[in-house]
């Protein structure tokens, strides 16, 4: 019963260097989003993908880009990554809009 | 500027006293409002749900309060657990969207 499978978990990079971290879900949901958790601040929304083959900005998507790749995965890619996005970034799903939300464990990203 | 308040960083309790979590909103258009429970390492967890149409809803120990003219928010734990003892996020969204906003969430520590 895996839910919500976030790879890897921890990663350091250095500045410049690309990274795609992925997300996938088993529970069959529309919905799948991106957040970062950042010290003293809740989780903001990067990307979310309302179904398959769309995908729309959240509060804070500069230096993101996202795909979804088909109905169970949702990947999230850093291009050129900046110690700023120094993070835990958390995957989520849910069955449609204004329904609970499923977490992954997230994965701890460190940007030297 | 914050649309969701958490305003209680942390809070400590004795085990099988009640406790009171409180989250406070600026936008009267949310109207539908969650708690997420976290322990370290894991991702948030669902917890309880609430709409705007109603002003209490109970699950088990967990009960959550709606104020809407305060625009006020609280989740009562009776009796407390040291299981209970986790990150506490409100989170508030519209319904229709695909957007939730998190609070910054309160550290709960249940006392043996």
């Known amino acids: 019963n895996a839910g919500v499978t976030q790879t890897p978990k921890f990663q350091v990079l250095k500045t410049g260097q690309s990274m795609t971290l992925q997300c996938a879900q088993d529970?069959?949901?529309?919905?799948m989003y991106w957040y970062r958790q950042d010290p003293g601040m809740g989780l903001r929304l990067i990307y979310y993908s309302a179904s398959e083959g769309t995908t729309d900005k959240g509060e804070v998507p500069n230096g993101y880009n996202v795909s979804r790749l088909n109905k169970r995965e949702f990947s999230l890619r850093l291009e050129s990554a900046a110690p700023s996005q120094t993070s835990v970034y958390f995957c989520a799903s849910s069955e449609s809009r204004s329904q609970p939300q499923h977490f992954g464990d997230g994965t701890r990203l460190s940007i030297l | 500027d914050q649309q969701v308040k958490q305003n209680s960083p942390s809070l400590s309790v004795q085990e099988g006293r009640i406790s009171i979590l409180n989250c406070d909103y600026t936008n009267s258009m949310f109207d539908y409002f969650l708690w997420y429970k976290k322990y370290p390492a894991e991702g948030p967890t669902f917890l309880i749900s609430i709409s705007s149409i109603k002003d209490k809803n109970e699950d088990g120990r967990f009960t959550v309060f709606l104020n809407k003219s305060a625009k006020h928010l609280s989740l009562h734990i009776v009796p407390s657990q040291p299981g209970d003892s986790a990150v506490y996020f409100c989170?508030?969204?519209?319904?229709?969207?695909?957007?939730?906003?998190f609070g910054t969430g309160t550290r709960l520590k249940v006392l043996a």
């Open positions: 989170a508030v969204t519209t319904s229709g969207t695909y957007k939730y906003i």
């Open positions: 529970m069959n949901h529309n919905s």
